[in-house]
């Protein structure tokens, strides 16, 4: 029941991203402007999405172990301290942003010098995504489910405002306005940790407490990455192509997941809780009926919702997009690439899936080091195979990377379970 309840709400939340990104195309185009946004953005974003998937496939499996409440609070008090730590890791790299865009210069030219304030604001925002994950992990791991999928939007709720009331917007600004929205998510969530908070600092700390946490969030977060580094990957390949090149592929990618979580993020959402109440009891017969139900109605709801936006892809984009700032070729030199991404969403949205199962299990370690080092070098390769399609090539490669990367997870997770199972059946014996 839950899963359809959060699918019901799902659509709301990815009307409110669409908006959003409505009013930042319609108001810089694909622009300049956007380029070093989206730019800015890369490196914090790809790596406070690999920790949160990390937090989300390694972490929220031990905290939903927890029946005890003493032992509860303990955890999440340690998960807690642990992420204050990470974010520390966030700011810290503010110190060297000259480096980041010396890096960047080297692969396009782009004047970035003059946007370093940018940059900076980039990473405190990405310290700031860290413990809106932190915290969202523990209310969907407590089922608090509607807590836990809305707090990280409470960013885009600033750019929201900015955009409905600023004037004369700036890049700068548009950093700010996440900030200021991802602070007022924290401050509005504390009520609903404060039971953790309240004896936090009588804890006795040390590296063996974290260690359980360090090698889950190590293994899930390189084996997660590759729903983040093709921002990365984007950020160096794309603006070869010319100015407004990232921004496009940007767009193509929020058009590909915003609706992917319509699909979707019921299922995803009660993923770990679900599966772990059948490995609790050692039901592996249970598991994978719950596993391969939630894979189907995975590939079912991405299928159904793929051949929706490829009727009516054009006309979106047309219809909200097209501006004095974005011209007809825009639209359809993004409406070609979302085109293209399409077999890659249906598998990428499957995957998101087998990660949840994945990380249930005990062997998950080689696993998650072969697909975090596969997909971005599957991507990056086909990129450059079919880079005379210029942008085409990035839709291409996404879906032929995820379509390889689902096919490899899905028979790792069903060989495991099939083993586990034979093992209970040779007990039984």
Known sequence: MMIYLISFLSPFISIFNFIIQIMLVRYFGLSEILDIYFLSLSLPVLFSQTIHAGFSYGIMPMLAQSDENSSKIYSNQIFLVFCIGVSLIFLIATLFVDIQLNFYSKFNSLNLDDFKIVFILAWFYGALTVVLAALGT???????????????????????????FGSQLSVSWLLLSLIIGAIA???FSLKGIYIYLNSIFDLKLSFEIFKPYLIKILYAGIGSSIF???LFIDSLLAIQFGTGSLTALGYSQRIVIGFGNIAILGIFTVAIPELMESLRERRWLGFRKKYLSLIKKALLFSLILSIFILL??????????????FSQSDADSLSNIVKYMLPGMVAMLATAINGKALYCLKDFKIISIFIGFAWPAIYSFFIIYFRDLSLISFGIA????????FLVTFSYIFMKISVEINKDKQLKI
Do not use: M, R, T
Request: a neutral charge.
């Open 398 to 405: 996404y879906s032929i990377s995820w379509i390889i990367i």
């Open 138 to 164: 523990i209310f969907i791991a407590e089922k608090k489910y509607f807590q836990g999928i809305l707090l990280p939007f409470s960013p885009q709720l600033g750019l929201l405002i900015l955009l409905l």
């Open 185 to 187: 998510g924290v401050i």
């Open 228 to 230: 983040g580094s093709y």
């Open 312 to 325: 009516f892809i054009n006309f979106f984009i047309e219809f909200f997009f097209i501006s004095s700032n």
